[in-house]
């Protein structure tokens, strides 16, 4: 590759960013020219072409990269300080097609249009109107707990495989599809991650994988969350990049499945995310709300802290510092607060409708 060449493509790193950022200036462009067609065309092609493969091809990409990363190093490093021009240029020019692709596949989805725009939501709630849909929320989450156990002081024991969980999921998004058309999600590309021991240590339930558009399923447990968490996953790949969006849509995709074992997941999950909510400012009312509790969902929050106690260490704070850096990074200006914006979505979503 001519010189010239090879340093405007390693220096074309610097434009793109200015381009990136600037087209974030205009959220309902990126909303309709790349999140509802460009990404959309290329996010299904994806999925046609990984789809139907039974482990994570993007799991074996990243192993492969690694690996050749890692001989690169070895190879090179003994001329980098012979010559650490042309290994800068290497590494330049490396970053600069992984900008491009990550932008070009996902990363722009970052800078759409606010779901609460869209749904002609208030991004605002008063603590009035938190605590009313928390009891609502409880209510539910009871009732739904108690159909499945017959006994309330059961935790709810999700009795399908991960493959079945990902063979059902898709089923509430058609569902919600028929009230909002943009939300139809075909074909299916969830997978169990090869790394799910890994992604534990890190503290992550999954991940999408932007540039095989699969979506990622920490398979290291399935508890009674594991349907919520799929179908977060799959928010992601229809285009909702927030993390507090994915977790919304995949709170109104899993309730409406077929499946009660969906419809707990979401109910109880985001409940945890309301009370947390209510304890920041209100520490007795959320004992009171939490008393009222069935004594069988408690049990499930508590295996499941267990479960990740038991791989806390001291790296998955630099883990998280690392993601919330990334966020940050692509336009989440809360990091990884945003998971909790999720409750305003919810509060507001549900103010004038029922459960």
């Known amino acids: ?49 990984f789809g139907w493969i039974p482990f994570s091809v ?41 900008y491009f692709v990550f932008h070009l596949f996902w990363g722009m989805n970052y800078y759409r249009l606010p779901l609460h725009e869209k749904l002609n939501l208030s991004d605002e709630y008063t ?20 159909q499945i156990t017959k006994n309330d002081t059961l935790p709810v024991i999700l009795p ?3 493959s079945e969980v990902y063979k059902k999921a898709p089923k509430g998004f058609e569902n919600l599809s028929l009230k909002y058309p943009d939300l139809s999600y075909h074909p299916k590309s ?4 090869l ?9 992550f339930s999954g991940y999408l994988n932007p540039f095989t558009n699969e979506g990622q399923v920490n398979g290291l447990k399935t508890d009674f969350k594991y349907p919520f968490v799929t179908c977060h996953e799959i928010s992601h790949q229809i285009g909702y990049s927030a993390e507090n ?26 409940l945890r995310y309301c009370l947390s909510e209510i304890y920041i400012t ?26 990740w106690a038991k791989y806390n260490t001291g790296l998955k704070p630099a883990f998280k510092n690392t993601f919330n850096a990334f966020l940050k990074a692509n336009n989440q200006t809360q990091g990884i607060k945003s998971y909790s914006y999720v409750v305003t979505l919810l509060v507001n979503y549900y103010k004038n409708s029922e459960l």
């Open 190 to 193: 969830i997978k169990t991650s």
């Open 127 to 146: 603590t009035p109107e938190l605590i009313d849909f928390t009891e609502r929320l409880i209510t539910k989450t009871n009732q739904i707990h108690l």
């Open 282 to 307: 209100d520490e007795k009312k959320y004992e009171e709300m939490n008393d009222r509790l069935n004594k069988g969902i408690i049990k499930n929050y508590i295996e499941s802290n267990k479960f």
């Open 160 to 162: 399908y495989s991960k």
């Open 1 to 49: 590759m001519p010189n010239n060449i090879k340093y405007a493509l390693a220096f074309s790193v610097l434009p793109q960013i200015l381009i990136v950022k600037w087209l974030g200036n205009y959220p309902q462009f990126i909303e309709s020219v790349y999140s509802n067609v460009l990404y959309q065309f290329i996010s299904k092609a994806f999925r046609y072409v």
């Open 58 to 98: 993007g799991d074996i990409f990243y192993t492969i990269a690694a690996v050749l990363i890692i001989r690169f190093l070895v190879t090179e490093g003994k001329f980098i300080l012979k010559n650490p021009k042309e290994f800068f240029f290497k590494i330049l020019t490396a970053i600069s097609v992984l």
């Open 245 to 270: 969006e994915a977790n919304f849509l995949g709170f109104l995709g899993a309730i409406n499945n077929d499946d009660i074992y969906f419809k707990y997941a979401a109910y109880a999950y985001v």
């Open 195 to 203: 790394y799910s021991l890994v992604l534990t240590y890190m503290g």
